[in-house]
């Protein structure tokens, strides 16, 4: 009986990429249960995933997940400032952002779905520490993913 090698490799490859992600997710919702922020947790755990499985893709780009993160968290602060927490403030971040994401090379979407979850924690500054601390898995996550090979 023939045993397809590369075919169990990948299946391998797959079990440990899979547990990778478990783990950075579990990090993440851990981070942010601190501020009890556990509606940000949808956007980040999709970014965990491409990031643990799309990193040669096209859909996944480090420098993509920092910046469009970053410009949420900075926009929805914003936002909420200048048109506070309604509608219009939500719009306005989610123009923001997805503007961005589309007209840059910086593109995440993830980041979209993140705008309009600051309207839901219950304050803006809440948000932004929860969020900067799940930034901070995301991107020491995406460092030791590239310095150890661990997904490739």
Do not use: C, W
């Not at 799309?54 to 936002?79: M, P, T």
């Amino acid at each position: 009986m023939k045993t397809d090698l590369p075919e169990l490799e990948s299946s391998k490859s797959k079990v440990v990429k899979y547990f990778i992600f478990l783990a950075i997710t579990s990090i993440v919702l851990i981070l942010i249960s601190f501020r009890s922020d556990f509606l940000l947790a949808p956007p980040y755990a999709v970014s965990a995933y491409l990031i643990v499985f799309s990193q040669k893709s096209h859909r996944y780009n480090g420098k993509s997940v920092v910046a469009a993160y970053l410009l949420v968290i900075a926009g929805s602060d914003l936002a909420h400032i200048i048109a506070g927490a309604n509608v219009a403030g939500m719009l306005l971040n989610v123009i923001i952002v997805s503007a961005f994401i589309t007209f840059t090379n910086l593109s995440h979407p993830p980041a979209i779905a993140l705008s309009i979850f600051s309207y839901i924690t219950n304050s803006p500054l809440d948000f932004t520490i929860s969020s900067l601390l799940a930034l901070m898995a995301l991107v020491i996550s995406t460092i030791l993913l590239g310095r150890y090979s661990v997904t490739k």
